[in-house]
């Protein structure tokens, strides 16, 4: 077949659609032979976003377009053609076997919703920010997931500073406007607080020294304790190095409302009271961690396998859909009794390609039996006939080999996090069992596991020179 050729679908292959551009799509992708099926990629955005380092984005230790990989460059390299179209799905017909699509981009064609059928579907469109329906966080804070958001904290960190400074302001107002509030102290809300005293330590002080005495971090955590998810030490190492970085932390004080230049939050007092306490900000940033996406939601109410499923779509042991037929789930999407992380959506989608390998692989030496079942028949004589039963011997061999995959089994390899003032906490799984560290050579273990981690070369590169960039010059505080 001809390149122009390979833009069209072959009819004699199944249509495989992969709804996302993120950890569980792209892992999937990139060990999928692609020869085997018409890829047909579906999603809002055309790159991948290596998410462990967008806190670092938002102060300008690393610019976003380090951490993207454009999503054609890595397609272009696939063994066959893979269609991509940058759109959102609206809506999973499982009966139909169709997903519909929107180009809801700026600029739009004549044609910018439209349906796309499929034979097998993979759903790996991730989570969006939980808010527990609590008043005014949408409208008036900031979360922390995708390349925009990062950009948007960054101007407004900038804008609080500027705007602090600015002539006659009163004292009150300027206290308002450098008070940076976390909320949510799982590792999203942990590693940005991190960045942000790093940011005001090293760079802002310098640049704006009016703003000294008056800028500001707290982090606040409905829970006794932050990063739940690490071991209690390392618990205790980052509630101390946050005191010694100046960074208040507020747990078991939970927000209940937010306004535009205050938040409402409720905490027990000594005498056993609850109090509802008004805290001024500047900056509101919102990581209460993750809730289920519309489109997700509309496929678990079409289907009655799904309806006790609360978090996400209930995939089986080889990440098929509960209730659907051809529909599997890889990431944060799919709720496999596993955490919602990128390691986890990894290893999802690269066991999903190796499961469609083999599905190929089967059909593939399936077929080939068949045929050589029906030449047996049509033998002339009996050397014919024992030479075909030595071949469909050898490939009944092959076929219970392929047959052979076990179900998905994840293997945890530890959790790392930063904590600002160049310090990482690290929980890793050895052969012997586990190594719970922190300090600054656990930041120099951070910094190289991310940059190894890193989608490409041209990412690694990057982002080293990135942090070379900040080690010299410190950061940008210009606000674009
Ligand atoms: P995502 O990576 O979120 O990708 C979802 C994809 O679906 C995106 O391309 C999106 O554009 C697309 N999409 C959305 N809606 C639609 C739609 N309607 N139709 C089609 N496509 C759609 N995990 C770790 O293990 N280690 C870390 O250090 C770490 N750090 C993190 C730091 C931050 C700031 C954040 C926010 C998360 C971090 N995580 C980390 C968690 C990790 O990023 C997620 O678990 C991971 O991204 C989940 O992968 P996914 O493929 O399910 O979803
Ligand atoms: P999370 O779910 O881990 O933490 C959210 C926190 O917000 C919880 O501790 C919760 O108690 C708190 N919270 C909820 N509502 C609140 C309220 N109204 N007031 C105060 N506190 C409230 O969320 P996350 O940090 O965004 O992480 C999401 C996922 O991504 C997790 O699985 C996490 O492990 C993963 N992740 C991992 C890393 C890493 O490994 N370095 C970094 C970022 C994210």
Known sequence: ??????????????????????????????????????????????????????????????????????????????????KFYEADCTKIDHEKK????????????????????????????????A???IPGVREHGCFLKEVNDAQK??????????TATFKDQSQEEKNRLLHMVVVGGGPTGVEFAGE????????????????????????????????????????????QTFKEETIEIRTKT????????????????????????????????????NTVRPVVKDLMSQIPAQKDSRRGLAVNEYLAVKGAEEIWAVGDCAIANYAPTAQVAAQEGAFLARHFNQLAKTEQIESQLS???????????????????????????????????????YSHQGSLAYIGSEKAVADI?????????????????????????????????LVFVDWMKTKIFGRDVSRE
């Open 429 to 461: 799984s050895w052969l012997t069992g586990n190594l719970a560290t922190g300090g600054q050579l656990t930041y120099f273990f951070w910094r190289s596991a991310y940059l190894s981690m890193c989608f490409s070369t041209r990412n690694r590169v």
């Open 196 to 239: 942000l005293q790093d940011f005001f330590e090293n760079d802002l002080k310098k640049w704006i020294p009016e703003i000294a005495n008056n800028f500001r971090v707290t982090l606040i955590e409905a829970l006794p304790n932050v990063l739940p998810m690490f071991s209690k030490n390392l618990i205790e190492y980052t509630e």
């Open 1 to 82: 077949r001809t390149p122009a050729d390979q833009q069209e679908p072959d009819p004699t292959k199944k249509t495989l659609v992969v709804l996302g551009t993120g950890w569980g799509s792209v892992s999937l992708l990139k060990n999928l032979d692609t020869e085997n099926y018409n890829v047909v990629v579906i999603s809002p955005r055309n790159y991948f976003l290596f998410t462990p380092l967008l806190p670092s984005c938002t102060t300008g230790t690393i610019e976003h377009r380090s951490i993207m990989e454009p999503i054609r460059n890595f397609l272009r390299h696939k063994k066959a053609a893979v």
């Open 153 to 162: 904290i960054r101007k407004r960190i900038m804008d609080c500073c500027e």
């Open 131 to 133: 808010t527990f329906g």
């Open 371 to 409: 045929i050589l079942s029906e030449d047996q028949g049509k033998a002339p004589n009996q050397e014919a006939r024992d030479l075909v039963f030595a071949e469909m011997k050898d490939l009944q061999r092959r076929l219970k080999r392929v047959k052979q995959m076990g179900p998905f089994e």
């Open 254 to 289: 939970m927000v209940k409302n937010v306004t535009d230049t205050y938040i409402e939050a409720e905490y027990t007092d000594a005498s056993g009271k609850k109090v509802l306490e008004k805290i001024p900000y500047g900056l509101l940033v919102w990581a209460t961690g």
């Open 98 to 129: 169709v997903v519909y699509i929107n180009d809801d981009s700026e600029i739009k064609g004549l044609s910018s919703t439209t349906e796309v059928p499929y034979d097998m579907l993979v759903v790996g469109v991730g989570a969006e920010n």
